[in-house]
């Protein structure tokens, strides 16, 4: 479909979803197109509002009762130099693998969170202006306590032609989340499963291996976790998420995969390792922490350079004793024919 004001050419987008949905643990980055006039790119940005503009929001933060409702607002900025037409939309979110959050795509239906947002279908935005729409989040009276993660985007609809000359559409949406806390009992809990332990044998035997265990880690409770953790190895230990990683959170019902690799680990016939999780409650009450949830992590490793190493020693050692062994067999031998050949002569200077 071709925008209004862009009859005489398809409409470039620079955003997608995955750039406009971000996860961080401090403020997140405004989700935002870069301009690019020049080349008739629609580029534009939505952030959290009040009525008079932004506030400085990264993204929505409510707790309702079950069939309350409240009202919130978007801010669209349009920083392309032509008027552009938006739709707008909300949608379940969910957070990815990496930990980077999203919402379901327009083809999926909502069944949470998604459902409660009504906005207005679209907007319309002159060049370098800015409009703020309201929407309303209702809770149903059946809505269960905890968490529920969406999101609202504004987004553009454009026409790309593949490879194989097939017009395909194409919308990009640019948004921020909207959480919802339901009140009631909070009862935040985590699981660790599926952990499996692999081991990379070094062939040096001077040198250690290093090991690999991969686990889930399951919300199993109610509320939104940020999880942190370690994992410890044959008397070494990694935290996770590492220092250069992206924090993770999980929703409700949530299981997310985990890999830490453990370096300068010793094969000792059998490895002792545990995987320990200690999740944090996210938003309101943030910080609270849940029991340590601990998982065995133990694997077999045979140290077989080791082995061989020793092998191999024990070897030259049995060859060494041997070979004095025949070397001294060899000496008694020739002492013993000297002594012969001296009776010898002894009896032939007697006759």
Not at 95 to 102: A, D, K, T, W, Y
Not at 250 to 258: A, E, I, N
Not at 278 to 298: N, Q, W
């Amino acid at each position: 479909m071709m925008l209004p004001s862009t009859p005489a050419r398809a409409v470039r987008v620079l955003c997608a979803v995955a750039a406009a949905f971000l996860v961080v643990s401090g403020p997140a980055l405004p989700a935002a197109a870069q301009s690019a006039e020049d080349t008739g790119t629609v580029t534009w940005s939505v952030r959290p509002a009040d009525e008079a503009g932004e506030d400085g929001r990264a993204w929505v933060e409510q707790e309702l009762d079950p069939g309350e409702t409240a009202t919130e607002h978007m801010a669209v900025r349009n920083l392309s130099g032509e008027e552009v037409t938006f739709r707008l939309s909300a949608a379940d979110g969910y957070f990815q693998e990496n930990g980077r959050f999203s919402m379901l795509p327009s083809d999926q239906e909502s069944v949470d969170s998604g459902l409660w947002i009504a906005v207005q279908e679209e907007v319309t935005v002159g060049p370098d202006e800015t409009v703020i729409v309201p929407f309303t989040t209702t809770v149903p009276e059946n809505a269960t306590p905890g968490d529920h993660a969406a999101g609202i985007a504004a987004s553009v609809l454009s026409e790309q032609v593949g490879e194989d000359g097939a017009t395909v559409g194409v919308e990009s949406r640019v948004g921020f989340r909207v959480m919802t806390r339901v009140t009631g009992e909070l009862a935040p809990a985590a699981s660790v499963e599926a952990v499996s332990s692999t081991f990379d044998l070094s062939w040096n035997p001077l040198s250690p291996g290093a090991a690999q265990v991969t686990f889930e880690v399951v919300n199993t409770g109610n509320a939104r976790l940020l999880v942190t953790g370690a994992v410890a190895v044959g008397g070494r230990e990694v935290a996770f998420p590492g220092p250069d990683e992206i924090d993770q959170e999980l929703l409700p019902g949530d299981r997310r995969t985990f890999t830490v690799t453990v370096d300068d680990v010793w094969p000792l016939v059998f490895v002792p390792g545990s995987v320990t999780v200690t999740p944090t409650v996210v938003g309101e009450g943030e910080g609270t922490a849940i029991e340590p949830v601990t998982a065995d992590a133990g694997f077999w490793a045979v140290p077989w350079p080791q082995l061989l190493t020793l092998a191999g020693i024990a070897l030259l050692v049995v060859s060494s004793l041997r070979g004095r062994r025949k070397a001294r067999t060899r000496l008694e031998g020739k002492l013993e024919e000297a002594r012969e050949e001296g009776r010898r002569e002894a009896l032939k200077e007697d006759a």
